[in-house]
């Protein structure tokens, strides 16, 4: 075997591990959990507040979606920025574009389904707004669901502050405690105040920030009594304890809030469930007395009449019982 061929073979070997390498490097640099996690944590960054421009120049700016056309048409329509931050207020990892694009989709979806089923043109209307505010209903739940555990939270992370405070730490230092300790969504919003104090923005225009994308009175709350002692003075941990007190006893009284309104709920389950209840025990029972419903065109009016009769009962009912504390 000549040298020149050996050569030739581990010339060829070198280059293929240094390729290799070159491959993983790139992907773990873009595709890494590492990677996602700080590209997730600056778009918050460029997507929360209402810092000074010229402080965040140094942040990638938040995309619209991944095209850059898309991104400046969406960027020019009224309204997007207050989707997309409603997007991160969910904690979803989604796009506009693919919320948008999901929405749109699902509608199709479910217009093209029925219309195979040869429903009326009514039904496949239904259809279609059904599957385009499906995404929206989800985002919500999601939002509100965020939003509860961040409030529950909100206690703790006062007495996080107060100890943190107490103990010699600067209010920097313990925003910076809250971020390590506490999981999820307390941990992310706090670790995100954090670097952005790190990255140059001031400790009010981080605040605010805060306060912005966790649209919660209580924060609001801690956020204003913060800034007011900071240019007043006074005893900071004092006044985080009893912020925390205050929000323990809205806590409280929004529990026996909810224990009163319980049998309203309750009463609301058993109204919206007893018709369908009823109809599928008559249905077994005898086939053929409701198949009118559905074969009659008169029946399939009362049945239309019905469902909204029902829908509108349960959302105002649903008003009736939701008490705002």
């Not at 989604?94 to 009514?122: D, N, Q, T, Y």
């Not at 919660?216 to 956020?223: M, Q």
Request: glycine letters at 8%; aromatic letters at 8%; one cysteine or more.
């Amino acid at each position: 075997m000549s040298s020149t061929f050996i050569t030739a073979a581990v010339l060829l070997f070198v280059a293929v591990v240094l390729g290799c390498q070159g491959a993983w490097e790139w992907w773990n640099s873009r595709h890494s959990a590492v990677a996602r996690r700080l590209q997730a944590r600056l778009e918050a960054l460029a997507a929360g507040g209402e810092a000074r421009k010229e402080t965040l120049s140094i942040l990638k700016s938040r995309r619209l979606s991944n095209s850059s056309l898309l991104d400046r048409a969406l960027g020019m329509t009224p309204g997007i920025r207050a989707l997309d931050a409603f997007i991160m207020q969910a904690g979803v990892r989604w796009s506009v574009m693919e919320f948008l694009g999901m929405c749109a989709g699902l509608s199709l979806a479910g217009a093209a389904v029925v219309w195979f089923v040869h429903m009326s043109p009514a039904a496949v209307l239904a259809a279609a707004v059904t599957g385009a505010i499906a995404p929206v209903v989800y985002l919500r739940w999601r939002r509100a669901r965020r939003l509860l555990q961040f409030v529950r939270q909100l206690p703790e992370v006062c007495d996080m502050l107060v100890r943190a405070l107490r103990s010699g730490h600067a209010f920097s230092g313990a925003i910076d405690l809250v971020g390590t300790q506490f999981s999820e969504p307390a941990g992310g919003e706090f670790r995100i105040t954090f670097d952005e104090i790190n990255y140059g923005v001031s400790l009010g225009d981080a605040l605010t920030g805060l306060a912005n994308r966790m649209p919660v009175a209580d924060l609001r709350y801690l956020v204003i009594a913060v800034l007011i002692q900071r240019e007043t003075g006074g005893n900071l941990a004092e006044l985080l304890e009893g912020i925390a007190s205050l929000i323990r006893e809205r806590f409280r009284l929004f529990d026996k809030v909810r224990v009163l309104a319980a049998e309203g709920k309750l009463s609301a389950w058993v109204l919206g469930l007893l018709p369908f209840g009823s109809a599928a025990l008559i249905h077994v029972t005898n086939p053929t007395f409701l198949a009118t419903l559905w074969t009659d065109p008169a029946g399939v009016m009362l049945l239309q009449i019905a469902a909204f009769d029902m829908v509108f009962g349960a959302l105002w009912i649903r008003r009736i019982v939701r008490i705002r504390v």
